[in-house]
């Protein structure tokens, strides 16, 4: 058994990968829809039954976080005593810390206890790959899993979870997820999926956990410093693991594997241009994430951010402060109904002056 390739730098992934992206697009002649349509007909490979299933599923996960978030969520935050803000915030956080924890302690057990040397060897994902190849049941699952929650998730982001800076990205984000996780069980592109879902769940877990302690800082008009020290080391570990999952291992992984290893391996691989693509988009979303994060720790740094908080939040007392100023201007004339506001919800404003 060959010695598993060592990982490139930046500088190798860049170099190989162009060289063999260019090679491909030189080598296809044929390129346009007629070959579009045959290659989708002699790969593609999915029975109706397991779109009925995924379909199902997505539908069950939006009944199961109702439920949880009316019987559990908010019910716990409100014996918490909460701040109002905060508690409306809680069953959002609560529901995907849960998936994501689930989600990538499976994806770490398929990695690192199941015998697949994917991570170790990310070129091994197109070893003896073939079309219309037997899906492992154990990957099968976690498809199963993962492509109805992110059904689900576009559903959630127009209809259920509050409305952000950066909803819009988000939306598509769980768009381009979706596709991906969908086509490539559908090419049998199962086993570098695994990977990249690994390298991304991690992030969510960490983020929905250091959010909620946020929202605990203060029970009962209480502060308790142990949920602020928590969610500072939780902001600091999410901050490092994005560079270090999304930024350094994912593309030095996956899109070395998917860009040039792939040709390697099966060198007329079905639709290598729209996957990479949807992987750069990918990428390029990770970025503009990023920069909140660096924008974040910059804030800290110049002493403009006293406390951790989620800078993609709509900013309510910064809100009133401006309505207030408006108003002592001559700018507002409706006055203000006193009641609690809450924030975005499905794009829309409620009781919120922006």
């Excluded at 909140?292 to 720790?297: C, R, S, T």
């Amino acid at each position: 058994m060959e010695a598993p390739e060592p990982m490139p730098g930046y500088e190798e992934l860049v170099r190989r990968s162009y060289r063999s992206l260019a090679g491909a697009l030189r080598g296809c002649t044929d390129c346009g829809w007629e070959l579009t349509r045959r290659t989708w007909a002699e790969n593609a490979r999915l029975a109706w039954s397991e779109a009925l299933l995924c379909l199902l599923c997505a539908v069950g996960w939006t009944v199961a976080r109702r439920a949880a978030s009316r019987c559990l969520f908010r019910p716990f935050a409100e014996w918490c005593q909460l701040e109002p803000k905060d508690a409306t915030k809680v069953p959002e956080s609560a529901w995907k810390l849960l998936y994501y924890l689930l989600s990538w302690s499976y994806s770490t057990y398929l990695l690192f206890f199941a015998g697949y040397p994917f991570f170790y060897d990310p070129p091994s994902v197109f070893y003896d790959w073939r079309k219309g190849m037997e899906v492992p049941t154990d990957i099968a699952v976690a498809y199963l899993m993962q492509c109805s929650f992110y059904c689900h998730s576009i559903y959630a982001s127009l209809y259920m979870d509050a409305w952000r800076k950066d909803s819009v990205v988000m939306l598509i984000h769980h768009v381009v997820t979706f596709v991906l996780i969908a086509l490539s069980y559908v090419f049998r592109y199962h086993n570098v999926g695994i990977l990249v879902l690994f390298l991304h769940d991690i992030n969510d877990v960490q983020l929905e956990f250091t959010k909620l302690n946020v929202y605990f800082k203060y029970r009962g008009g209480v502060y308790h410093s142990l949920n602020d020290f928590i969610s500072t080391i939780g902001c600091i570990s999410f901050s490092v693991s994005w560079f270090w999952f999304r930024l350094y291992w994912f593309p030095l992984k996956v899109l070395y594997a998917t860009c040039h290893s792939s040709l390697r391996s099966v060198p007329n691989i079905p639709f290598y241009f729209f996957f990479n693509a949807l992987l750069f988009v990918l990428t390029l979303m990770n970025l503009y994430w990023f920069m909140y994060i660096i924008l974040f720790v910059a804030r800290v740094l110049m002493g403009q951010v006293q406390e951790v908080n989620d800078v993609r939040e709509y900013d309510i007392d910064a809100g009133r402060k401006a309505a207030a100023l408006q108003k002592k201007d001559g700018k507002l004339h409706n006055s203000s109904s006193g009641k609690e506001r809450k924030p975005l919800m499905n794009g829309i404003v409620k009781h919120k002056h922006l």
